[in-house]
């Protein structure tokens, strides 16, 4: 746990009618927002008109923006007063805490989660829902996501993986291309996430999970994602994501996964960093975390190298395939498996 002078400064305040809310939610949405106001209506309508045969709670995690997405949050709890809970502070905590405080708030022993800036398209919930009961043994489920820019045209598609089951090892190998404002997860599973005593990215946490259990990947778009606005840290905090990124793939117990998964898994990134270094013109950036990358990599620079090279050139054929006739279904893909 966070240790609890980090904590205890920030007073979490939560804005609900106690008297009127659902008694047992089967499901807690964690909805995250940091100016968000332009978007956050349609999320929260967007998970408050599920059609469901169970009780669901959205938690709206407001984390003191700049704009006015407390006051449209109070408005959303005020139309929705079963359903809708808006958790806050006096001051900002940043998306970490955010999201640590709605974990411990939440009641359901099914957890998704819905960025402020994101939406679900209708029947989402419930197949979800549906699925993760017909597999116990799965810790979470996912879905695709349509791309959409931020008048809500859309733009593509957040993948290119199809139905599929994720375990750990091909998590690591491929990379993150899993969609958090799909993702639903078993509660008990939040204790791991609780227990992580530092900032972390959605990365870290589908790898935690994936040391639980299977992941499912329904191939069908069942959510909206806005790429790049102004509150993403992919769009403004490039190298902390980076960081952050890294940090996920060292937590992964060494003896959870082989030698050539978390060597794929380097090599992986590797390929991510070199089309970053390429496309910001920066070599040192590529030089530098070649060294870190070499150093923790059990396989050493060299076959490191072989293993990232393959991995453009196989990046890199796609990319040129999805631009043939035949292959338009896959010419916008955000991120490629």
């Known amino acids: 746990m966070p240790a609890p002078d980090t904590l205890s400064i920030h007073r979490t305040i939560e804005h609900s009618d106690a008297m009127q809310l659902v008694g047992k939610p089967l499901v807690s949405v964690l909805v995250l927002a ?5 978007f956050l209506p349609k999320a929260v309508e967007s998970a408050v008109t599920q059609e469901v045969d169970f009780e669901f709670e959205v938690l709206v995690g407001e984390d003191c923006s700049k704009d006015d997405s407390l006051q449209v949050a109070l408005t959303l709890q005020q139309r929705f007063p079963s359903l809708v809970r808006v958790i806050t502070a006096d001051n900002n905590v940043g998306a970490y805490r955010n999201y640590l405080r709605l974990l411990r708030a939440a009641r359901g022993s099914l957890l998704a989660q819905l960025d402020g800036d994101d939406y679900w398209l209708p029947g989402k919930l419930a197949r979800q829902v549906e699925l993760i009961r017909q597999h116990p043994d799965h810790a979470a489920v996912y879905s695709n996501a349509y791309t959409v820019s931020a008048d809500d045209q859309p733009t593509g598609f957040f993948n290119d993986l199809g139905d599929a089951v994720v375990d750990l090892a091909s998590l690591l190998r491929h990379g993150n291309n899993l969609n958090t404002s799909t993702m639903l997860y078993r509660a008990e599973l939040a204790t791991h996430l609780l227990a992580i005593d530092h900032e972390y990215i959605d990365y870290q946490i589908h790898l935690v999970l994936a ?16 790429a790049g606005t102004s509150g993403s840290m992919v769009a403004t905090s490039n190298d902390k994501v980076r960081e952050l990124y890294w940090r996920a793939i060292q937590s992964v117990p060494r003896d959870a996964v082989s030698d050539a998964d978390y060597a794929r898994g380097l090599a992986d990134f590797l390929r991510r960093v070199c089309f970053r270094a390429v496309a910001a013109r920066d070599p040192a950036l590529l030089r530098t975390w070649a060294a870190r990358i070499y150093a923790a990599s059990p396989y050493g620079p060299l076959r490191t190298s072989g293993m990232a090279a393959w991995n453009i050139v196989r990046m890199t054929t796609r990319i040129l395939t999805s631009q043939l006739p035949f292959a338009r279904h896959l010419r916008h893909v955000l991120y490629r498996h």
């Open 34 to 38: 940091y100016n968000h106001a332009a």
């Open 211 to 226: 040391q639980h259990g299977p992941l499912s990947h329904i191939g069908e778009p069942l959510a909206a994602y806005r």
